[in-house]
T-cell receptor
Framework: DQQVKQNSPSLSVQEGRISILNCDYT??????FLWYKKYPAEGPTFLIS?????DKNEDGRFTVFLNKSAKHLSLHIVPSQPGDSAVYFC???????????FGGGTRLMVKP | ETGVTQSPTHLIKTRGQQVTLRCSSQ?????VSWYQQALGQGPQFIFQ???????GRGNFPPRFSGLQFPNYSSELNVNALELDDSALYLC????????????FGPGTRLTVT
């Protein structure tokens, strides 16, 4: 029973364009949602988070949107850069914060 | 500020053996979590420690156990290794406050033959 799903295993975009990564969840008890980026041979790196009481959070080129009614969140990267090429994971936490539930990841490739 | 470190980087063990993986938390973090990441999948939560006490556990059997020390470093022990235990083991530390972002080490690649 996957509580967090990333249905697109891969995404390819041109440098300078927008990258949109999607994530769906099933557990209504999740209170916080986080995005991580992972390069090969490194651990996941925290990018941005959003609380369930918000619908948008922005940090530089990264914006996360949350649609609670649809149980859907997305990460927008504008403009995309070749260095953004990595695997992106969405994760969710309940209010206790004692575990993160991860999706399966989406591999983003940004072409120069 | 020192990040999360893990040792060893790689490890090869035989089925039935026992293994201990180590993690040093990021400076100032009192909470440490362990995850197992199989190839092509997202990290799966094993357990979390807060101030030396287990603070949550995922769907892993009791042969996966852990410790947290007074300096907030941590160990993950796995007994009676099985072939399916082959994975990347990730340690993450955090402050344990919202939005509960965790900071990951580079991981230990465990291969069980």
């Amino acid at each position: 029973d996957q509580q967090v799903k990333q249905n697109s295993p891969s995404l390819s975009v041109q440098e300078g364009r927008i990258s949109i990564l999607n994530c769906d969840y099933t557990n209504s008890m999740f209170d916080y949602f986080l995005w991580y980026k992972k390069y090969p041979a490194e651990g996941p790196t925290f990018l941005i988070s959003i609380s369930s009481i918000k619908d948008k959070n922005e940090d530089g080129r990264f914006t996360v949107f949350l649609n609670k009614s649809a149980k859907h969140l997305s990460l927008h990267i504008v403009p995309s850069q070749p260095g953004d090429s990595a695997v992106y994971f969405c994760a969710a936490s309940n209010n206790a914060g004692n575990m993160l539930t991860f999706g399966g990841g989406t591999r983003l490739m940004v072409k120069p | 500020e020192t990040g999360v470190t893990q040792s060893p980087t790689h490890l090869i063990k035989t089925r039935g053996q026992q293994v201990t993986l180590r993690c040093s938390s990021q400076s100032g973090h009192n909470t440490v979590s362990w995850y197992q990441q199989a190839l092509g999948q997202g990290p799966q939560f094993i357990f979390q420690y807060y101030r030396e006490e287990e603070n949550g556990r995922g769907n892993f059997p009791p042969r996966f156990s852990g410790l947290q020390f007074p300096n907030y470093s941590s160990e993950l022990n796995v007994n009676a290794l099985e072939l399916d235990d082959s994975a990347l083991y990730l340690c993450a530390s955090s402050l344990g406050t919202p939005p509960y972002e965790q900071y990951f080490g580079p991981g230990t690649r465990l291969t069980v033959t």
